[in-house]
């Protein structure tokens, strides 16, 4: 078959919640198979986590704090010592449950009805493609994955990308390889997984401006995908500016691309960060402001720690969120929930450091930002981000006493 066919095919339905697509095209298969870990290894995980927790319970029980008298000295390090056991034993529960997670995971894999199966294999063949074990897996409500084991029968190889395109043809239905999916098909009989595509998608932009006479800037930030539609904004803002700041706020982000990319969620990550800091005593102040993003269902989730205000824009209505809080290993405990929020097409978030906010410090300026927000009418984030920049750059008469640092997403459908 053509590869050029499947592209002029190529009709992709609406998304929407649960994967009624996926329920049409698969029908009621006669057999669901349930997979865990296997049974040695999802013990093992699960004994590792009690060990953790028993750990933490023995650091919390027995080394509870008590004045005992004595010199300040003594006093003081008595404190000292008490709450960074408390601290480790926090983390310990982190990181247990965590363990426990992973362990209880469970996979339902449905195989493909005959005769789709069949047709899937058939068209693949034609280009090339060795096709088996067809399945369909759902771990969440309507984030439904197919797995194929294939390898090429020729000595070219095919993208994964254009496997995708071919299998979305033939199902009816939007997919994409999933973030750990083998880049290439080749000689080799390998594991695929797809993924339904998210209903949005998003675009991102940003804009800085150095503090005068530095040669660094002491805001950082980064763009994750954590996972297939899922995405993770961070912003960092170092105590203080230039190179110190900078490389503060560089290893805060570092350190929450790592324990992101281990399996901690975002909120668990900067707990752990924040403990490090608080027992390690380290004169590392910054802030780090985090945006969660569904792209299956456009739920938002913001939490703050130190961080300056942020806002939605939709249209020329604007929502300021904001929270109280401190910077990283200034107190114990970081708001779990945060803020939530729905986003919906057409929708943009801005993330902004302090430097943007101390450069409106005569007046009211989160009437102010709200007002410029509802005003700007460029449709990219990068020039939404350079325009609001350039807008309080001239406000400031051109002086930069801080690091300023936007940015912007929007979220659009995926049509």
Excluded at 304 to 324: D, L, N, T, W, Y
Excluded at 337 to 351: A, C, T
Aim: charged share 25%; glycine share 8%; net charge negative.
């Amino acid at each position: 078959m053509d590869r050029r066919l499947y592209v002029e095919l190529l009709k992709l339905p609406q998304h929407g919640g649960k994967s009624e697509s996926m329920k049409k095209l698969l029908g009621e298969p006669e057999t669901e198979r349930i997979f865990l870990l296997s049974e040695y290894g999802r013990q093992k995980l699960l004994a590792y986590a009690d060990s953790f927790k028993e750990l933490a319970r023995t650091l919390e029980q027995e080394f509870a704090w008590e004045d005992q008298g004595g010199s300040r000295e003594d006093k003081l390090y008595g404190r000292v010592q008490w709450e960074n056991r408390c601290l480790l034993a926090e983390n310990l529960n982190e990181m247990a449950g965590v363990m426990a997670q992973v362990a209880g995971e469970v996979f339902s894999y449905k195989p493909f009805p005959a005769k789709k199966a069949k047709q899937i294999v058939q068209a693949m063949q034609s280009e090339g493609i060795l096709v088996s074990d067809l399945y369909y897996i759902e771990q969440k409500p309507g984030r439904t994955k197919i797995s194929l084991t294939m390898r090429t029968a020729r000595t070219a190889g095919m993208g994964a990308d254009e496997a995708a395109d071919m299998l979305s043809v033939l199902l009816d239905l939007r997919l994409a390889p999933s973030m750990n999916c083998p880049y290439m098909i080749d000689s080799r009989v390998r594991s695929f997984t797809f993924v339904e595509e998210a209903r949005y998608v998003m675009l991102t932009g940003a804009a800085k401006a150095i503090k005068e006479n530095e040669s660094k800037s002491g805001d950082n930030y980064s763009i994750l995908e954590s996972e297939k539609g899922r995405m993770i904004l961070l912003l960092s803002d170092g105590m203080g500016s230039g190179e110190k700041a900078c490389a503060d706020s560089e290893t805060v982000l570092d350190l929450m691309e790592k324990l992101i990319e281990a399996g901690y969620g975002p909120h668990a990550g900067a707990e752990l960060i924040n403990n490090a800091l608080l027992a390690g005593g380290e004169q590392n102040m910054s802030t780090l402001d985090i945006c969660e993003v569904d792209l299956y269902d456009g739920t938002c989730r913001f939490i703050k720690v130190g961080a300056a205000a942020s806002f939605i824009k939709r249209g020329h209505m604007v929502e300021q969120i904001s929270s109280g809080s401190l910077p990283l290993g200034a107190l114990r405990g970081i708001d779990e929930n945060g803020v939530r929020r729905r986003l919906m097409d057409g929708d943009y978030v801005f993330l902004l450091s302090d430097g943007i906010v101390d450069a409106l410090e005569n007046c009211d300026y989160k009437e102010e930002l709200c007002e410029i927000l509802g005003n700007l009418e460029q449709e990219s984030p990068r020039e939404l981000a350079e325009a609001l920049l350039q807008i309080v750059l001239r406000k400031t008469g051109g002086h930069i006493r801080d690091d300023m640092t936007i940015v912007v997403f929007g979220l659009w459908e995926n049509v």
